[in-house]
């Protein structure tokens, strides 16, 4: 699978090139951002339409991702719906699918900003969840450490469109959104200046992680401001 291990505050764990976090330890799998349901809010807020599949397309990933690594809890990391009436819309075939992959296994749905308390799909809802000494919240507290988090969606462009990234650095994992059809916010952004330190890695998703450190992007940034 092509993992990237990583230690966090003493504690290993993997960044897997689909974008969730691993950790073997506590056999949890980690992923942020689903953003299930997107297409029908785009077309109810803003009446444009995307197709309309990016619901199967992240199930269908986040199944193989449970199938291959078989944890005994999941963690989703808030704005897993693009809102509650979006949740609400969630055909029938795709609910099932989540239940599925509930089934037998301790499922956490952390709330996010878009959906602030998941209902109606099972597991256990809660503002944040400590594991294994970490703590794993949507938004990244800023004098928190040990902190697993998602809400910015970085990415990183290299060649053609952005792609997901994690931000790491000694205290904490900022998460890509693993949902389709989701935006982004560059790493080198001034917004992660104030949650990342000097030293903070980008790890960039896709059938490989690749490292680079943020410092140079960020510099580059100002270069081209």
Same mark, same amino acid.
């Given at each position: 699978? =092509? ?16 974008g ?20 029908e ?12 599949y ?11 991702? @449970?199938?291959?690594l078989?944890?005994?809890?999941? @963690?989703c ?13 969630i055909p ?20 996010? =900003?878009?959906d602030?308390?998941?209902v109606?799909?099972?597991g ?5 969840f400590a ?6 919240r949507?938004e ?16 990183i ?15 904490r @994992? ?5 949902g389709?059809?989701?935006g982004?916010?560059?790493?080198a ?8 330190g000097?030293?903070? @890695? ?22 081209s401001?």
């Amino acid at each position: 699978m =092509n993992a990237y291990p990583l230690t966090l505050c003493d504690i290993a764990v993997e960044a897997l090139p689909s974008g969730g976090l691993h950790l073997p330890e506590k056999r949890a799998l980690v992923v942020s951002d689903l953003h299930l349901g997107r297409a029908e809010r785009v077309a109810r807020r803003e009446g444009r339409l995307i197709p309309p599949y990016e619901t199967r397309e992240t199930l269908d990933r986040l199944d193989a991702l @449970i199938a291959a690594l078989r944890p005994k809890t999941v @963690i989703c990391l808030g704005d897993s719906f693009d809102d509650d009436r979006a949740a609400a819309s969630i055909p029938e075939a795709e609910r099932s699918m989540l239940s599925v992959m509930a089934a037998g296994r301790r499922w956490i749905w952390i709330a996010g =900003n878009h959906d602030p308390a998941p209902v109606g799909f099972g597991g256990e809802s809660c503002g944040e969840f400590a594991l294994g000494g970490l703590t794993f919240r949507h938004e990244a507290q800023v004098d928190a450490a040990a902190e697993v988090s998602g809400h910015y969606h970085p990415k990183i462009r290299l060649r053609g469109p952005g792609r997901p990234a994690f931000l790491v650095d000694d205290r904490r @994992i900022v998460m890509p959104a693993f949902g389709a059809y989701t935006g982004g916010l560059d790493v080198a952004d001034p917004a992660f200046d104030r949650i990342m330190g000097p030293e903070a @890695i980008a790890l960039i998703t896709g059938r490989k992680i690749i490292a680079a450190p943020r410092a140079p992007m960020v510099a580059g940034l100002k270069r081209s401001a």
